[in-house]
């Protein structure tokens, strides 16, 4: 039985044109379902997006695209839906190079015994441009758009997201501790803005201050990043309340939570991104939504360090808006943001034990307009609304494991596997098309991680 979700709203129309006029435009796409997340649990049986100069222009019924405009280009997805492209609101992108070489560890364990070491010897800029290379190969071909990164030479991460024409908010770390990047907090700071200087007019990328976490950064070198974030208008992204440890300690050293510290310090604002926010009580749940804060969940990451579930249920029903994250393919081992989507959704209703809980088009939503709202974006993209950015991917429904398909929307988030993602676009530029991506060569990719296996391998 057909779901009564989407059949009764077949002939939903997202644009009117004003004349009967043949509009010209540069691409035009049908598609057997448009899932526009705009609005809400929506799904468009045969639709077609028309776009023109990198923004939708349209969505309507294919059977009107047809006769109202003429593209360029058309493609005909008669199996697909499409839906905007996904956002990782979470990544330390290059650390795909380190991609399972410490498993089955706690978080401070696998850090400080085998993550720090491994990159106090090899991180430099050529690295962390091949392993953000590496990681944009998987995250295109799974439906992934934008990144929200967080690493060491953000110029080099900044270079990786041109070539191969992806979206980005490149976070630079900050510590107080040295690394062969900085010495010094002063001196991550500095490199910071002048890679954002660098780069402030490329329109594919944004920069955000990125201290590493509050057991990693002193109160002076906060108050510092307060007062760039508010006169630089930069969003401040960190991890926050990972572990019960980190909280533990904090109240040890502080005498106070985390969360509370960085309150103290004027930190939590509207472009304050929270990353994890595992362990945290009622009390500061409703901090964050008085002070309009927005968390980056990493379900995977944190079922594989055993940090926690996150309480994702109870963020929402307050009013906090959560966008959710991959974290590196070092702590999770993959980039994978439909593996995120269902295990997001999953978790929720184990965790509240409501079986309503999170249903899928709030998942999806969290990991498309969820991202963008955090990112301060999403006037221009996270969903498939005229006037925005064309960043929308195709989803093969035709194969097996996808078959029937009652509904849509719940595939994307239940059924759906990254392999299944055919056609990623990126400001109407068609970045892969039927699985291979036209803006850099995969294979000349791998082959360098290869290398960095061998000499990371050799070296210790």
């Known amino acids: 039985m ?60 294919s059977s009107e695209a047809k006769s109202r405009y003429q593209a360029q280009q058309q493609m005909d997805l008669p199996q697909h839906a499409i839906c905007p492209g996904l956002v990782n609101l979470h990544a330390h992108s290059a650390m795909s190079l380190l991609r399972g070489l410490a498993d089955d560890l706690t978080l401070q364990t696998w850090l400080q015994q085998h993550i720090w070491p491994a990159e106090a010897k090899h991180v430099r800029d050529e690295f962390v441009e091949d392993g953000a290379l590496l990681a944009i190969v998987e995250m295109l071909r799974g439906g992934t758009t934008y990144v929200n990164d967080m690493y060491f030479y953000p110029e080099a991460t900044a270079r990786a997201l041109l070539t191969a024409g992806m979206r980005g908010t490149i976070g630079a770390a900050i510590l107080e501790f040295p690394t062969a990047y900085a010495s010094n907090a002063g001196e991550y700071i500095h490199k910071a803005l002048a890679a954002r200087d660098n780069y402030r007019h490329e329109p594919l990328l944004q920069f955000a201050l990125a201290p590493h976490a509050p057991y990693t950064v002193s109160d002076s070198t906060f108050e510092q990043i307060v007062t760039l974030a508010e006169q630089l208008q930069m969003p401040v992204h960190m991890h926050i309340h990972e572990t019960a440890q980190e909280v533990n300690d904090s109240q040890q050293q502080y005498g106070m939570r985390p969360l509370a510290r960085l309150k103290r310090l004027g930190l939590l604002t509207p472009d304050f991104v929270g990353i994890h926010a595992v362990h945290l009580d009622q009390s500061e749940i409703e901090l964050l939504a008085q002070h309009a804060c927005h968390i980056a969940h990493n379900p995977s990451s944190n079922m594989k360090l055993a940090s926690g ?20 393919a070092a702590s999770n081992n993959r980039l994978d943001m439909f593996t995120e989507i269902r295990s997001t959704a999953l978790l929720a209703k184990v965790q509240s034990a409501q079986a309503d809980a999170v249903p899928a088009w709030q998942a999806l939503e969290m990991a498309t307009l969820g991202g963008a709202k955090a990112l301060g974006q999403a006037h221009l993209f996270g969903s498939l609304l005229p006037g925005k950015q064309a960043d929308l991917i195709a989803v093969s429904l035709d194969q097996a494991e996808t078959s029937p398909c009652y509904d849509p929307l719940s595939h994307l988030v239940y059924c759906v596997e ?21 803006s850099i060569n995969a294979e000349q990719i791998v082959a360098k991680a290869n290398w960095w296996r061998d000499k990371i391998r050799n070296q210790g």
């Open 2 to 61: 057909p779901s009564n979700r989407w059949w009764p709203i077949r002939h939903v129309r997202l644009f009117v044109s004003q004349d009967n006029n043949v509009i010209q435009v540069d691409s035009l796409i049908h598609a057997a379902w448009v899932v526009p997340v705009e609005p809400r649990q929506v799904v468009l049986p045969e639709h077609s997006i028309a776009i023109d100069q990198g923004r939708i222009v349209a969505v309507l019924p």
């Open 309 to 328: 579930i996150a309480p994702v249920t109870a963020m929402l029903a307050t009013g906090v808006n959560i966008g959710i994250g991959t974290d590196s």
């Open 418 to 438: 990254r392999q299944q993602v055919s056609d990623v676009w990126i400001g109407g530029r068609h970045i892969m098309a039927q699985r291979q991506l036209n």
